[in-house]
């Protein structure tokens, strides 16, 4: 985290016992906040967002992070960005939430918090000086893999789990930090701690849109169904083709361990339409309801 100058015209706020409801509000000291001073940028025939963030001097994360539709890092020649002073992130305040509580959370001092968002009490939005801005995984609406009536076809619905029986969780989708390199990267599926060679079983019906090796994923199966997909990594075999129809439950491969992976699990993804292409949401709620059902006909 960059240092962040505190001009010495500021108003002294012990941050200790800062309360945003008992400073002085004093206009004549405080600068205008930060997001209504943003200069804005028309992106001329060549320039990327890297290059108008050097311009600047900023990082691009913060190009991202105040201008939602660069997001995807491109940029369209005539398009205007909006351009702050300097590196940080807009953040939406939640209800009743103190500057201190947003300062203890981005690691900012909640003064400076307050001073370049121009000492305002209650403002919406702040910009988070110094604050790297990253994206959020792609949240979706969860379609529910088992009708709410299932407990009447409770044979016929056993199937949608990707495994023969509920395995342990061992890396949970979304955003991770490599201890290591302090890169962030994001997981874009959930690992099933299973054994080498458990059966792999498709989670509904659907037509394998591909199946065979895939980079990283190792041996891979991709089954679109009606209105999402699913994805199937680092198996150890594969029994299906591409263009194959699949019905729920059958055994489409084996646990392995091909492709980056450290050891014998299932990589399970759910994968939606979007503008962009195919998104990724945490499976984690699926397979949760579909280990207790699981676990229900066991036990009954
Ligand atoms: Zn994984």
Same mark, same amino acid.
């Given at each position: 985290?960059?240092?962040?100058?505190?001009?010495?015209?500021?108003?002294?706020?012990?941050?200790?016992?800062?309360?945003?409801?008992?400073?002085?509000?004093?206009?004549?000291?405080?600068?205008?906040?930060?997001?209504?001073?943003?200069?804005?940028?028309?992106?001329?025939?060549?320039?990327?967002?890297?290059?108008?963030?050097?311009?600047?001097?900023?990082?691009?994360?913060t190009l991202m992070g105040l201008n939602p539709k660069n997001r995807d890092r491109t940029v369209k020649v005539g398009q205007i960005l909006k351009i702050?002073?300097?590196?940080?992130?807009?953040?939406?305040?939640?209800?009743?939430?103190?500057?201190?509580?947003?300062a203890d959370k981005y690691r900012v001092r909640p003064d400076v918090i307050f001073e370049f968002n121009g000492c305002q009490n209650r403002p919406k939005?702040?910009?988070?000086?110094?604050?790297?801005?990253?994206?959020?995984?792609?949240?979706?609406?969860?379609?529910?893999?088992?009708?709410?009536?299932?407990?009447?076809?409770?044979?016929?619905?056993?199937?949608?789990?990707?495994?023969?029986?509920?395995?342990?969780?061992?890396?949970?989708?979304?955003?991770?930090?490599?201890?290591?390199?302090?890169?962030?990267?994001?997981?874009?599926?959930?690992?099933?701690?299973?054994?080498?060679?458990?059966?792999?079983?498709?989670?509904?019906? =659907? $037509? #394998?849109?591909?199946? &065979?090796?895939?980079? %990283?994923?190792?041996?891979?199966? /991709?089954? +679109?169904?009606? !209105?999402?997909?699913?994805?199937?990594?680092?198996?150890?075999?594969?029994?299906?083709?591409?263009?194959?129809?699949?019905?729920?439950?059958?055994?489409? =491969? $084996? #646990?392995?361990?091909? &492709?980056?992976?450290? %050891?014998?699990?299932?990589?399970? /993804?759910? +994968?939606?339409? !979007?503008?962009?292409?195919?998104?990724?949401?945490?499976?984690?709620?699926?397979?949760?309801?579909?280990?207790?059902?699981?676990?229900?006909?066991?036990? =009954?």
């Amino acid at each position: 985290m960059p240092a962040i100058a505190v001009s010495n015209t500021s108003p002294a706020i012990n941050e200790n016992t800062f309360d945003p409801n008992g400073v002085d509000n004093d206009g004549g000291i405080c600068a205008t906040p930060v997001l209504e001073s943003l200069k804005s940028h028309r992106v001329k025939s060549g320039e990327t967002l890297a290059s108008i963030a050097k311009t600047y001097n900023l990082t691009t994360a913060t190009l991202m992070g105040l201008n939602p539709k660069n997001r995807d890092r491109t940029v369209k020649v005539g398009q205007i960005l909006k351009i702050p002073p300097l590196d940080g992130l807009a953040y939406q305040v939640k209800n009743l939430e103190t500057y201190k509580a947003i300062a203890d959370k981005y690691r900012v001092r909640p003064d400076v918090i307050f001073e370049f968002n121009g000492c305002q009490n209650r403002p919406k939005t702040v910009f988070i000086p110094g604050a790297v801005w990253k994206p959020d995984p792609i949240i979706a609406k969860i379609i529910p893999l088992i009708p709410p009536n299932f407990k009447e076809n409770l044979i016929i619905q056993t199937g949608g789990y990707p495994l023969p029986y509920p395995v342990p969780v061992t890396s949970n989708y979304g955003w991770r930090n490599n201890p290591v390199t302090g890169q962030w990267s994001f997981h874009s599926g959930i690992d099933l701690g299973a054994a080498m060679g458990t059966p792999v079983l498709a989670a509904k019906t =659907g $037509r #394998v849109e591909f199946a &065979g090796w895939e980079g %990283g994923y190792g041996n891979f199966i /991709e089954i +679109i169904h009606t !209105s999402f997909g699913t994805r199937y990594a680092h198996l150890s075999q594969i029994f299906v083709t591409s263009g194959q129809r699949v019905v729920k439950g059958q055994q489409i =491969g $084996r #646990v392995g361990s091909t &492709g980056r992976s450290t %050891g014998p699990h299932l990589h399970f /993804e759910v +994968i939606v339409p !979007s503008a962009q292409g195919w998104a990724t949401l945490d499976p984690a709620s699926y397979l949760i309801r579909l280990a207790v059902v699981i676990g229900e006909i066991v036990v =009954g």
